[in-house]
């Protein structure tokens, strides 16, 4: 009989301690999403970046701010929607373009909803290809590396990686705008590489370092 009460006791004790850890898990991800937004994006389009927000239906602010950040750490204000915004009755999209982003590094982005507070910070990359065509990011190489080139229309490009002897050491094709590349599969030392369109035959080249 003691034993049976023990169990039972014990249990007990599990099912509070699971109820409880639910609890504290569903509070926490509620805790990561901001209060009043059904929809918060950040992409690139055309090299401008789009900043998206939707309102939930029935919440209201004062005022929206978009800030942008290089470091993640020191935010400028980049526009700013007066008065009261969203609605009672339901759900508002809101949408500010970056028109002159910052390039060929991370960007960090977020918004505060007045009486709200902020949103987390997204981070988004523009590159800008009119010098060499590509970007090659990090470089040198230490772990891994994604090559960048411009591909609006998703065209298929092969990708040719050479030696200093001319010897083609990989190849890759994509109709995506990155090729990605494992230093652990090369021997260190700077490459030669061409991104040729494998439909127009026009291709441009570069170099990395793989430490």
Request: aromatic content about 12%.
């Amino acid at each position: 009989m003691t034993i049976i009460l023990k169990v039972n006791f014990l249990s007990h004790r599990m099912k509070i301690f699971t109820l409880v850890t639910l609890l504290t898990l569903s509070i926490s991800a509620l805790a990561q999403q901001h209060q009043i937004l059904d929809v918060f994006r950040v992409y690139e389009v055309n090299g401008k970046v789009h900043i998206d927000c939707t309102t939930s239906a029935g919440e209201t602010c004062n005022g929206i701010v978009y800030y942008r950040s290089e470091d993640n750490e020191n935010f400028e204000m980049i526009g700013q929607v007066f008065g009261t915004c969203g609605s009672p009755d339901f759900a508002v999209r809101y949408t500010h373009i970056d028109e002159e982003p910052i390039v060929n590094k991370p960007s960090f982005y977020k918004v505060n909803f007045g009486g709200w507070g902020y949103t987390e910070s997204r981070t988004v990359t523009v590159f800008d290809f009119e010098q060499v065509g590509y970007q090659v990011r990090p470089n040198p190489v230490v772990n891994e590396a994604q090559i960048f080139f411009h591909n609006p229309s998703g065209e298929q490009f092969e990708l040719a990686l050479h030696d200093l002897l001319g010897r083609i050491v990989h190849t890759d094709v994509t109709n995506d705008n990155q090729f990605h590349l494992e230093a652990s599969n090369f021997k260190g030392s700077v490459y030669i590489f061409s991104i040729t369109n494998v439909n127009s035959n026009k291709h441009i080249t570069g170099k990395l370092l793989i430490k």
